[in-house]
C-alpha cells in the first residue's frame, strides 16, 4: 500500500542519515589518559582527601597521574594510597613562596638530596626557572642530582632555560611544562628538533591547541611531526582545577578525537608512560 511505502522509506532514509551521521563524526575518545601535570597542595588536600583524589582520576578514566606538591610529602601521601597509580615528582617547594625563591637557596641542594634517599621519587619538578636565573648555582646542582639519580626533571621555564640545561647535560630526559612560557609550535618543533631528549606537556594550552573545537593546522603538524613527545595533563594549579577535573579532562578528549588514532593513543597515554617508565597496561585495578 502507498502508505507503507511511504512509512518504509521514511525508516529507509532515517537509518541511512544516522549512519552517515555517525561515520563523519568526529571520533568520541573512550581512552584512558596518563595525566602528565597534577599537584596536590595544601589547599587542595583540605578539601579533598587522597581517596577521594583517586576516585576523580577513577571516574575520569586516567590510569596514571604525575603528581607534585607543595609540601612534598603530600604527593607521597596519595602515592601510598595507589602506587601503582601515582607518579609523584620531588618538589622544591616546602611553601608557595618557595617558587620564587628557590633558585637561590642553596639550601634546597641538601634538603633534595635527603629526600630521594627515601627512594619514592620518579622525578623532580615542577622547576619554576627563568632566563635571569639560568645560570643559578642551586639550578646546576639540581642538574647534577638528577643525572646521578637518573630522574627526569619538570621545567616551567623559559627556552633559554632548556637551551642552559642541555648545555650542561646533554642527553637528559626533561618535560616542558605547558609547552614551554611561548607555546607556539614553530618554537616547540625547533626546541624538540634541537634536544632529541627533550619532551613536552600541553597541560592548560588546550584553548589555545584547539580553539572553537578545531585543532589548528600548526598544532595539528607538531602532534603528527612529533608525535613520541608531547605528553597531556590538566594542571590542577589551584583548588578550582580540582573542583572542575571532569570538564577539564572532558575538553581534553574532545580535542585528543579529532587526531589520528594513533597519535592520540600516544598523546592520552603511552608517551607519559615512556617516559616515566610506567607500564603500558591500561587495565585499571
Known amino acids: 500500500m502507498p502508505y507503507e511505502r511511504i512509512i518504509f522509506a521514511v525508516i529507509r532514509n532515517t537509518i541511512a542519515f544516522s549512519l552517515i551521521v555517525l561515520l563523519c563524526s568526529p571520533r568520541l575518545s573512550a581512552e584512558a589518559l596518563f595525566d602528565a601535570h597534577l599537584h596536590y597542595n595544601e589547599a587542595h588536600a583540605a578539601r579533598y582527601g587522597p ?4 576516585q576523580k582520576l577513577t571516574d575520569n578514566d586516567v590510569l596514571c597521574a604525575v603528581v607534585t606538591s607543595t609540601p612534598a610529602h603530600l604527593a607521597t601521601r596519595l602515592y601510598q594510597q595507589a602506587p601503582d597509580r601515582i607518579v609523584p615528582l620531588l618538589s622544591v617547594h616546602r611553601n608557595p613562596e618557595d617558587k620564587i625563591r628557590w633558585v637561590r637557596d642553596a639550601r634546597v641542594v641538601e634538603r633534595i638530596e635527603a629526600e630521594l634517599k627515601k627512594g619514592v621519587w ?3 619538578g615542577e622547576l619554576h626557572l627563568f632566563a635571569e636565573d639560568r645560570h ?3 639550578f646546576r646542582s639540581l642538574i647534577d642530582i638528577a643525572v646521578r639519580y637518573d630522574l627526569p626533571l619538570v621545567l616551567h621555564a623559559d627556552p633559554a632555560v632548556i637551551d642552559t640545561l642541555y648545555e650542561i647535560a646533554p642527553n637528559h630526559p626533561s618535560l616542558w611544562a605547558h609547552a614551554g612560557t611561548f607555546p607556539y609550535p614553530d618554537l616547540i618543533a625547533d626546541y624538540l628538533r634541537r634536544y632529541p631528549a627533550l619532551h613536552i606537556d600541553v ?24 608525535p613520541d613527545r608531547v605528553m597531556i595533563g590538566v594542571d590542577t594549579y589551584s583548588l578550582s582545577r ?11 578528549r574532545g580535542w585528543l578525537a579529532l587526531l589520528p588514532d ?14 616515566f617508565n610506567k607500564s603500558p597496561q591500561r587495565q585499571a585495578d
Open 203 to 226: 597541560s592548560v594550552r588546550d584553548d589555545r591547541i584547539a580553539t572553537n573545537g578545531e585543532i589548528s593546522d600548526d598544532w595539528y603538524e607538531l602532534f603528527l611531526t612529533y
Open 242 to 252: 580540582w573542583h572542575g577535573f571532569d570538564s577539564a579532562v572532558e575538553r581534553i
Open 136 to 138: 643559578s648555582a642551586v
Open 262 to 275: 594513533e597519535i592520540a593513543s600516544r598523546l592520552a597515554y603511552d608517551n607519559a608512560a615512556a617516559f
Open 122 to 124: 620518579h622525578g623532580i
Open 51 to 54: 581517596q577521594q583524589i583517586i
